[in-house]
């Protein structure tokens, strides 16, 4: 059972343009959401999180979208860089217990 | 600072010998964490220890055994390799398990 869910393995985006990957989950009892990026042949690194008493955070050109009734999160990347390009990861956990990880969805820019 | 690091890179093994996968991390993070990654599968945790004397099992414990006899040490050991374990494993350690965890390069396992 998939907890966490990222039903796009892939999207190509213009470079300058907006980058939206999507990431849905059926356990409500999740409370923490993380993004995470990984390029080829490194391990993941953390880039923005959020927490469920919020719907909204910010980070630079990165911004995590929470709604909780419908169970999903949403990480924009404005403006899109050809550095930009990797596997994201979303992840979900709950009362400080063990994260887990969604499938991942390969993101290209588009020079 | 290291951060986190795993050895070895690479590992060649053939069904049924043992190996242990080494990690260390010198940030006094107390907790550490095992995943394989797997195509089409994400990363799924494999054990995980909220400090030292403390283990507990994640998703897809079968196979392995860990220890956390120190703070900064936390291996992974495979006892009979096995075909299905052919994977890449990542060592992680953070302050608490929700928050930002700090991932090691990864070691790519090969079990023929």
């Known amino acids: 059972d998939q907890q966490v869910k990222q039903n796009s393995p892939s999207l190509s985006v213009q470079e300058g343009r907006i980058s939206i990957l999507n990431c849905d989950y059926t356990?409500?009892?999740?409370?923490?959401f993380l993004w995470y990026k990984k390029y080829p042949a490194e391990g993941p690194t953390f880039l923005i999180s959020?927490?469920?008493?919020?719907d909204k955070n910010e980070d630079g050109r990165f911004t995590v979208f929470l709604n909780k009734s419908a169970k999903h999160l949403s990480l924009h990347i404005v403006p899109s860089q050809p550095g930009d390009s990797a596997v994201y990861f979303c992840?979900?956990?709950?009362?400080?217990?063990?994260?887990?990880f969604g499938t991942g969805t390969r993101l290209t820019i588009i020079p | 600072n290291a951060g986190v690091t795993q050895t070895p890179k690479f590992q060649v093994l053939k069904t049924g010998q043992s190996m242990t996968l080494q990690c260390a991390q010198d940030?006094?993070?107390?907790?550490m964490s095992w995943y394989r990654q797997d195509p089409g599968m994400g990363l799924r945790l494999i054990h995980y220890?909220?400090?030292?004397?403390?283990?507990d099992q994640g998703e897809v414990p079968n196979g392995y055994n860990v220890s956390r006899s120190t703070t900064e040490d936390f291996p992974l050991r495979l006892l009979s390799a096995a075909p299905s374990q052919t994977s890449v494993y990542f060592c992680?350690?953070?302050?608490?398990?929700?928050?930002?965890?700090?991932f090691g390069p990864g070691t790519r396992l090969t079990v023929l």
């Open positions: 959020i927490s469920s008493i919020k």
């Open positions: 356990n409500s009892m999740f409370d923490y």
């Open positions: 940030m006094n993070h107390e907790y």
């Open positions: 220890s909220v400090g030292a004397g403390i283990t």
């Open positions: 992680a350690s953070s302050s608490m398990a929700e928050e930002e965890q700090f």
């Open positions: 992840a979900a956990a709950f009362f400080r217990e063990k994260l887990t």
